[in-house]
């Protein structure tokens, strides 16, 4: 089946790091991915990881995928006030789909 | 430079007025799709073209229609709007090969009244 979780709120103080978690349970998703949105706007793509790999790195953002427990997570070094946004973690699937999870919602505060 | 655009970025339409909305890309994607998504929950996939073939979920009501005439342009149509329609719709585009990276729109928001 499938079914893409996360928590829905994080709360994190401006400058320390924030970890957003995500499990999924298509075993056979190729890629896995990170959306942001902001209020009223479109979803932007973040990151991706194949699933051949267990960990990437881009700038700020970092990556980490357990494909054992099917667990994702996204780590946000020093989080900024621009950082506060909803973000999506996603699984592709067949059919050139993707399953999203729900959502978590970031508040940073000052 | 925006690569998915959707237009309008806002839709009053009145209830049961049929309502079209539109995307264009400029990424020479194959694939096309159209989500609704509502008060910040996931977006949830309405239909996709690969191509010109056309791919509807099996919960999409049969109110909303797709139309995609063109690599560029794809079209959401709602025959009937009903309270329940307001939304906000989401354009997305992808190659259409393994990596499903799809790229979004900046969204048209509905509302009906």
């Known amino acids: 089946g499938e079914d893409v979780e996360q928590s829905l709120f994080l709360s994190v103080r401006e400058g320390d790091s924030s970890v957003i978690n995500c499990t999924y349970t298509d075993s056979s998703s190729t890629y896995l991915y990170w959306y942001k949105q902001e209020p009223g706007a479109g979803l932007q793509l973040l990151t991706y990881i194949f699933s051949n790999m267990d960990m990437k790195q881009d700038q700020r953002l970092t990556v980490l995928l357990n494909k054992k427990d099917k667990h994702l997570s996204l780590r946000i070094a020093d989080t900024q006030t621009g950082d506060s946004a909803i973000y999506f973690c996603?699984?592709?699937?067949?059919?050139?789909?993707?399953?999203f999870g729900a959502g978590t919602t970031v508040t940073v505060r000052a | 430079d925006a690569m998915v655009i959707q237009n309008p970025r806002y839709q009053v339409t009145q209830f049961g007025k049929p309502v079209t909305l539109s995307c264009s890309q400029t990424?020479?994607?194959?694939?096309m799709y159209w989500y609704q998504q509502k008060s910040s929950q996931a977006p949830k996939l309405l239909f996709h073209y690969y191509d010109k073939d056309f791919n509807n979920e099996a919960d999409t009501p049969d109110n909303f229609q797709s139309r995609r005439p063109n690599t560029s342009f794809c079209f959401l149509d709602i025959r009937s709007p009903g309270l329940g329609d307001a939304a906000m719709y989401l354009c997305a585009t992808s190659r259409g090969g393994e990596n499903t990276e799809a790229f979004f729109g900046q969204g048209t928001r509905l509302t009906v009244v």
């Open positions: 990424l020479n994607h194959n694939v």
């Open positions: 996603a699984e592709s699937i067949r059919d050139y789909k993707l399953s």
